[in-house]
């Protein structure tokens, strides 16, 4: 359903009638929107940012998280480019002075011979050293996450941040707002910057201390600064710096292109469909995870199950060992399929490490080479895959074959129960002390009503092969 204009209000009203929530950079994705949201599963950003979405509270309630990295690639870099020209000649007021009978035909500066400093050597800083390359620009960047090698393919020189201030004529910010960037650029930075340097963010409202600016370009350190995005957005409209002769300014349009608003709608839906066919975690920002678990869908299978079985042996567990498989997504897996049987529905990849610690219950890894098993240190289970099948090969010290597929009932008892409804009994196994007895989930409730429920260990569960 395409609701656009939704007040918080309104939106903490229906989301709970929706799995999935798809939002653009104006609604805010807060706390109290995801704990409403008792049915959401995943929340797609068409676009890039996604500091209006409570990242943390998503993890923790299990809801995945996704942007389209790059929809908005071209436009945002065209737009970036298009503000940096405008800085040469501060076109914008000279547009105003024409049309108030002003012939000013005031001296600007070229681009050619220039140093263009670029923060962020992602997708868009680097089409945008690409198109200031073409002007004759110098370009130079810094990236904690780029080589030196990598920049200098693409012809940036890397450099520190403090190798970067004093030499550039221009800054291009391209990166997110988190901790680390928030007022990066501030009084300190801006100091050590070339004076009369030129300043340019399309990125996101926060990461210049726009007060500093202000008193920067009153000094005159900063020659012209362009900013598409604000700390508050919209900026009051007598804000000092909005209305600074020196600045230009635009209403967060980087994006703002048909062409970049069709791809980013039509990227999340494919990622959408991608994540809900188990074919591709692309675009997850909170769930690494997941592509492990997507990859090999047998072992996360097996290893939730296994953890299914574990809690219906040995409900009451604070530790729970994983042995054998030492893939990250393994021992997560396990735990969520203990709390999934235990009742505890929110307990997936993401947010299992959290719900477990809320239910009293860790995991711990212990090295061994042979199959997946998993313990409560007193009762132990052991199993493989094979095909698309769960085997479990071991309760105990009793060896056993027992496919979990169907509604398995697990039995206190060595003997075949009397009585035993045969006509809808699929399986019955043997480990030990346990006969494992598997119906289909259709008639789960008869076979329930007709066996002794004091041999009965747990609660029967159904698993899916």
Not at 163 to 188: A, G, Q
Request: aromatic share 4%.
């Amino acid at each position: 359903a395409y609701k656009p204009g939704l007040s918080k209000t309104d939106l903490l009203n229906i989301i709970p009638e929706y799995n999935g929530l798809v939002v653009r950079s104006a609604t805010k994705v807060t706390a109290d929107v995801i704990k409403a949201a008792t049915n959401l599963e995943i929340i797609g950003r068409a676009g890039t940012g996604t500091d209006n979405i409570d990242i943390a509270a998503a993890s923790d309630a299990g809801v995945v998280v996704m942007n389209t990295p790059g929809g908005n690639t071209n436009s945002a870099a065209e737009h970036t480019c298009a503000l940096i020209l405008s800085m040469c000649r501060n076109t914008p007021n000279r547009h105003t002075e024409l049309m108030n009978g002003q012939w000013n035909r005031i001296n600007g500066i070229e681009l050619a011979g220039k140093t263009i400093g670029i923060v962020g050597l992602g997708r868009i800083g680097m089409i945008v050293a690409h198109r200031m390359q073409a002007f004759g620009m110098t370009t130079v960047g810094y990236d904690p996450f780029v080589s030196a090698e990598v920049a200098a393919k693409s012809g940036v020189q890397a450099m520190t941040l403090e190798e970067m201030w004093p030499i550039c004529d221009f800054l291009t910010l391209h990166v997110p707002l988190i901790p680390p960037t928030k007022h990066m650029i501030n009084r300190e930075v801006l100091e050590k910057c070339k004076k009369g340097v030129r300043i340019v963010n399309c990125a996101r409202g926060g990461i210049i201390d726009e007060d500093a600016l202000l008193d920067s370009l009153n000094s005159g350190k900063v020659a012209c600064a362009a900013l598409d995005v604000f700390e508050e957005e919209p900026p009051q409209s007598d804000s000092p710096l909005l209305q600074h002769p020196n600045l230009i300014a635009t209403p967060h349009l980087g994006a703002s292109t048909g062409e970049a608003q069709t791809r980013v709608a039509k990227e999340i839906a494919e990622q959408f469909v991608a994540v809900r066919d188990a074919t591709s975690t692309f675009g997850c920002i909170n769930a690494p995870l997941l592509g492990g678990a997507l990859g090999e869908p047998s072992k996360a299978r097996l290893a939730h199950q296994l953890g299914m079985l574990l809690y219906n042996l040995a409900p009451s567990a604070t530790v729970v060992y994983v042995q054998g498989d030492n893939s990250t997504f393994v021992p997560r897996a396990v735990l969520a399929g203990y709390l999934n049987a235990k009742g505890v529905s929110a307990a997936n990849l993401i947010s299992v490490k959290k719900v477990a610690a809320a239910n009293g219950i860790s995991f711990e890894y212990r090295e061994d080479a042979g199959e997946l098993s998993v313990s409560t240190g007193e009762v132990r289970v052991s199993g493989r895959s094979e095909g698309h099948v769960t085997v479990v090969t071991k309760i105990n010290n009793s060896s056993t074959f027992i496919p979990l597929v169907g509604n398995l009932t697990l039995l206190r008892t060595t003997q075949i129960p009397e009585g035993l409804p045969r006509d809808i009994v699929t399986g019955i196994y043997f480990a030990g002390d346990i006969t494992v007895v598997s119906t289909s989930e259709q008639d789960a409730e008869t076979f329930s009503k007709q066996i002794d429920s004091e041999i009965v260990i747990g609660n029967t569960f159904v698993t899916t092969a």
